[in-house]
């Protein structure tokens, strides 16, 4: 499970902290920016560790995307050699960076990932909070996400500055609805973003009610897709 990194400084036995950093679409090589979010949670792992705690620093590729698709198509590869080539080179920032990860999976393939999806998606459809319905809305492929038009910047996706695509499927929704007032005391107000330019969207979800999320699955992926495998 755990990989062997002769400098990753031992386990304390105190309380347990679990980080986790995002996990890139692996579209692309990493860039000097992923490398910085890196170093960032392994020196907070590093503290942790200092002042005796039991840590889990986990990453990982996100393989199952539509940009991943697009990029393999674009070098002419085929989908799973493209993002298994780019994934390699997000593990290798592991030796290079001399990071302390204990674990990188990779979300098209790790077995023990698949695994526990199966199992979560298992227990979300038991108790009903995963449903099934038609959907249209406006898709950003760089984002891999819905938006409604209010969360737009004139008309285009905040974050990459392009005009979203008007999306139309099948589509699985999670009832997040269900968890606002636990979700709502887990972030007190002076704790809601860091950094703070994600606060304002926080306290609006908060304050404003969760909407139901979709999980787009109606497109070629690797890996996990919703209801079962593509
Ligand atoms: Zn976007």
Known sequence: ???????????????TRYLTTSIPFVNAAPHIGF????IQ???????????????????????????NVLAAEAAGLPVDVFVRRNAE?????????????????????????LDGVDRLWAACAASGDIYKRAYSGLYCIGCEQFYKPT?????????????????EEDNYFF???????????????????????????????RSG???????RHACPRLGYSGAGRS
Request: charged residues 30%; glycine residues 8%.
């Open 175 to 205: 009832r997040l609805s269900r968890y606002q007032a636990p979700l709502r005391d887990a972030l007190p107000g002076d704790r809601s973003g860091t950094p703070q330019k994600r606060s304002p969207g926080l306290d609006r979800r």
């Open 35 to 38: 490398a910085l979010e890196m």
């Open 209 to 215: 009610g969760l909407q139901h999320f979709a999980q």
């Open 89 to 113: 080179r997000f593990r290798a920032l592991k030796p290079a960076l001399n990071l302390s990860t204990d674990d990188f999976l990779r979300t098209s393939c790790s077995r023990r990932h």
């Open 41 to 67: 949670a392994d020196c907070l792992a590093r503290l942790y560790r200092l002042r005796g705690h039991r840590v889990r620093l986990q990453a990982g590729a996100d393989e199952n995307s539509l940009k």
């Open 1 to 15: 499970m755990n990989e062997t990194n002769p400098h990753h400084p031992p386990q304390g036995t105190g309380e």
């Open 151 to 167: 969360e737009l910047t004139d008309g285009r996706c905040p974050e990459h500055g392009t005009k979203p695509e008007r999306v």
